[in-house]
């Protein structure tokens, strides 16, 4: 089935640091690609998504770009806050057993520090 | 308003019981999901359910029992929990294009079984 595969955690950055994590995906068909965020204690909440090649995605500074050359989704933010502490989650659409699904990466746990 | 709530947040259990957990969304979404989210983050899909029927069937134990009494409620019920039941339950839902909308998910259920 398809699969996504991000970064390996933990990610520790700098207040204002650029962030990068990134995340690539196989897949037979031509899938949707989301960021979902897990703040701690919380559900996910989507934050970006992009669904055809090309597309960029965009929501609250971050952005990532549909590289279907590259079967990648990579998350980026020019200059990251205390408060985007919290797990990063990869996700693709999917579809199995006649009906659509979401599959998530393992999730990237970023810490940014004051 | 809470889109997709859960009960409850959290939940102790010994080995053994059997226990339910609740999910409704307010978002007049046709499809919810139940998905597992392990001590590492990684979150797998359990079921899903489209207007009451059951669309979506992964590999899970028999003692776990999905019950859609209408397409605005989704419950989870468990017999003979064990140690490894023990983990993270997110409810979602979605319209029924889940590739272009995405998921609203729950804010979760821990489950610890002792």
């Known amino acids: 089935g398809d699969s996504v595969t991000q970064m390996e955690g933990p990610v520790t950055l700098s207040e204002e640091a650029f962030l990068t994590i990134n995340c690539t995906y196989t897949?037979?068909?031509?899938?949707?690609l989301f960021w979902y965020v897990q703040y701690p204690g919380e559900g996910l909440q989507l934050l970006l998504k992009a669904t055809k090649a090309d597309d960029k995605g965009s929501n609250k500074g971050f952005e990532a770009t549909y590289r279907k050359e590259t079967t990648s989704f990579h998350l980026e933010k020019g200059s990251v806050q205390v408060s985007d502490s919290a797990v990063y989650f990869c996700?693709?659409?999917?579809w199995g057993q006649g009906a659509q699904k979401l599959v998530f990466g393992q999730g990237t746990r970023l810490t940014i520090n004051p | 308003d809470t889109a997709v709530s859960q009960t409850p947040k959290y939940l102790v259990t010994q080995m053994g019981n059997d226990k339910s957990i609740k999910c409704e969304q307010n978002?007049?979404?046709?499809?919810m999901y139940w998905y597992k989210q392990d001590s590492k983050k990684f979150l797998k899909i359990m079921f899903s359910y489209n207007n009451k029927e059951l669309i979506i069937n992964e590999t899970v134990p028999n003692r776990f029992s999905p019950k859609s009494p209408d397409k605005a409620h989704l419950n989870l019920h468990i017999n003979s929990l064990e140690l490894g039941d023990s983990a993270v339950y997110f409810c979602a839902s979605s319209q029924e294009e889940a590739g272009n909308y995405g998921y609203t998910f729950g804010s979760g259920t821990r489950l610890t079984v002792v």
């Open positions: 897949a037979t068909g031509y899938p949707s």
């Open positions: 978002l007049g979404h046709d499809t």
């Open positions: 996700a693709l659409s999917d």
